[in-house]
């Protein structure tokens, strides 16, 4: 038995079977989550497919009244649910506060961004009217590193585009978001929004699901590219937020000193886990040494631990295998001639803590350039020729993110018009907010989030065709 359920058709309902969370600045037990088998998963999809008959003709102000009765939970809510965030995800409480309160940014601005329909012709003899229709049942998968903020995300635009809603979370991060199904029973008509936590097995069977009608993943490139294949059954729609490898260029114009922490929170905020995370930081010659040494010494005063701490900055890696692949990517460093500024070594503790890490001196072909690598270790390259780094910049599978740092506004937004990337800021990196779209170009994904934009995501376009009885007579 366990303190947290499954929520099915407005309920809260046990499983058969649990498994273990484990607090990576630990490694000691959070809590048994439910793990949802075959039959819990057809039940869900039968009651959100009959949820869907009644929730996808509602009006748009009726939904709204339920996303703001969850807001009023979520507010209510804020310090249990960032306690929890911690302890299952790692991040300092700070930052689970704030991943809380960009729930509630999201919801207030989900509330007031609306699809409207479009009349293409209006005539004596036809009219013609563009409108968007809900799809039905939404499967969203959530990944670890902001496990409940990007559930909120997903949420909103299912259910206010007129969807009905299965949301899996990681297996690693699955208890704020079966909190969030809690809210949920309270908050919407059974059926509406459910949440079944579970392993990679469940996810398979979502995605390959002859009821469920589309997917809204955030997660790897190599699991959209699975998906993918598994949606193709019934033609799923598809949103794919996956990986990415953004790269900064830092012009020599800049003023060292007044980039240095914005560049480091850029690749090391949620100790570096975040897709839209600056992973490779090339720097003009000119001003090379000088950054380097400045990250370097601002590295310094970084404190990491347990995030539950006080005065803790960054807490560690979320799991065990993600730890294990940077210190493979650490091992890497030395194999291909890199120079180690700080960090890389690893020391012998309890929780998943690997080192903030700047890296010096690797080629472009090296895997700590070329890979995602989804933590504190950031290469730092050198250039010297615009065109050229543009060039490197480009040469990756990913198309994420990417950002131009620069005193010259106008080179800087010339030269990010040329990243070819879903984003691409000027002086700032991973800036993503509810009322700018975000998507990727490339590999890293299809679609976007966030605006209208995102809410026709979870939508059909239907055109209602209307002739005059004179037009019809006049044939």
């Known amino acids: 038995m366990s303190d947290f359920q499954l929520t099915i058709n407005g309920k809260g309902v046990d499983a058969e079977r649990y498994f273990e969370v484990i607090n990576p600045a630990t490694e000691t037990l959070v809590a048994q989550a439910p793990d949802a088998g075959r039959t819990q998963l057809e039940a869900t999809v039968a009651a959100a497919n009959a949820a869907f008959v009644s929730w996808g003709q509602s009006a748009r102000s009726e939904r709204n009244s339920h996303v703001q009765q969850l807001m009023g939970l979520l507010q209510k809510n804020l310090e249990s649910l960032a306690q929890l965030l911690t302890q299952e995800q790692g991040k300092?409480?700070?930052?689970?506060?704030?991943?809380?309160?960009?729930?509630?940014?999201?919801?207030?601005?989900?509330?007031?961004?609306?699809?409207?329909?479009?009349?293409l012709q209006d005539?004596?003899?036809?009219?013609?009217?563009?409108q968007h229709r809900p799809l039905g049942v939404v499967a969203a998968i959530v990944p670890w590193n902001a496990p409940l903020m990007v559930a909120v995300w997903k949420l909103l635009q299912a259910v206010l585009s007129g969807n009905t809603i299965i949301i899996k979370p990681s297996p690693y991060t699955p208890l704020t978001a079966l909190k969030l199904g809690e809210f949920c029973r309270q908050?919407?008509?059974?059926?509406?929004?459910?949440?079944?936590?579970?392993?990679?097995?469940?996810?398979?069977?979502?995605?390959?699901?002859?009821?469920?009608?589309?997917?809204?993943?955030?997660?790897?490139?190599?699991?959209?590219?699975?998906?993918?294949?598994?949606?193709?059954?019934?033609?799923?729609?598809?949103?794919?937020?996956?990986?990415?490898?953004?790269?900064?260029?830092?012009?020599?114009?800049?003023?060292?000193?007044?980039?240095?922490?914005?560049?480091?929170?850029?690749?090391?905020?949620?100790?570096?886990?975040i897709c839209a995370a600056l992973k490779r930081l090339y720097v003009h010659e000119d001003i090379y040494e000088a950054l380097c040494q400045a990250l370097v010494s601002y590295a310094?005063?970084?404190?990491?631990?347990?995030?539950?701490?006080?005065?803790?900055?960054?807490?560690?890696?979320?799991?065990?295998?993600?730890?294990?692949?940077?210190?493979?990517?650490?091992?890497?460093?030395?194999?291909?001639?890199?120079?180690?500024?700080?960090?890389?070594?690893?020391?012998?503790?309890?929780?998943?803590?690997?080192?903030?890490?700047?890296?010096?001196?690797?080629?472009?072909?090296?895997?700590?350039?070329?890979?995602?690598?989804?933590?504190?270790?950031?290469?730092?390259?050198?250039?010297?020729?615009?065109?050229?780094?543009?060039?490197?910049?480009?040469?990756?599978?990913?198309?994420?993110?990417?950002?131009?740092?620069?005193?010259?506004?106008?080179?800087?937004?010339?030269?990010?018009?040329?990243?070819?990337?879903?984003?691409?800021?000027?002086?700032?990196?991973?800036?993503?907010?509810?009322?700018v779209p975000f998507g990727g170009a490339k590999q890293s994904g299809i679609g976007v989030e966030n605006t209208e934009l995102g809410l026709a995501e979870f939508t059909r376009v239907q055109v209602i065709n209307v002739a005059s009885p004179a037009a019809v007579s006049a044939n």
Not at 345 to 365: E, H, K, M, R, S
Not at 374 to 398: C, H, M, Q
């Open 92 to 119: 300092p409480l700070q930052d689970a506060r704030d991943e809380v309160g960009a729930c509630l940014m999201w919801c207030e601005a989900f509330v007031h961004t609306r699809l409207t329909n479009k009349i």
């Open 123 to 130: 005539t004596p003899e036809n009219r013609i009217e563009l």
């Open 187 to 273: 908050a919407f008509p059974p059926g509406v929004v459910n949440v079944l936590s579970g392993g990679n097995e469940l996810g398979q069977w979502m995605t390959s699901h002859e009821g469920i009608h589309k997917v809204s993943f955030t997660g790897s490139t190599n699991t959209g590219k699975q998906i993918m294949a598994s949606a193709s059954g019934n033609l799923k729609r598809l949103t794919l937020e996956l990986g990415g490898n953004d790269a900064a260029i830092v012009l020599n114009d800049v003023d060292v000193a007044a980039v240095t922490e914005k560049l480091f929170w850029s690749a090391f905020y949620n100790a570096g886990q």
């Open 300 to 435: 310094g005063y970084i404190k990491q631990g347990n995030g539950l701490e006080e005065g803790v900055a960054m807490g560690p890696v979320q799991n065990r295998m993600q730890f294990e692949k940077l210190c493979e990517l650490s091992r890497s460093v030395q194999e291909e001639g890199g120079r180690f500024l700080c960090g890389g070594v690893v020391t012998a503790q309890q929780g998943y803590f690997f080192p903030i890490t700047l890296v010096a001196d690797l080629a472009d072909d090296s895997r700590l350039v070329s890979e995602e690598q989804f933590g504190p270790i950031l290469p730092i390259l050198k250039f010297s020729d615009v065109d050229e780094v543009i060039e490197r910049a480009n040469n990756t599978p990913y198309g994420l993110g990417g950002s131009i740092w620069t005193n010259n506004l106008e080179l800087g937004a010339e030269l990010a018009n040329r990243l070819e990337s879903g984003s691409a800021w000027v002086n700032q990196h991973a800036a993503v907010r509810p009322d």
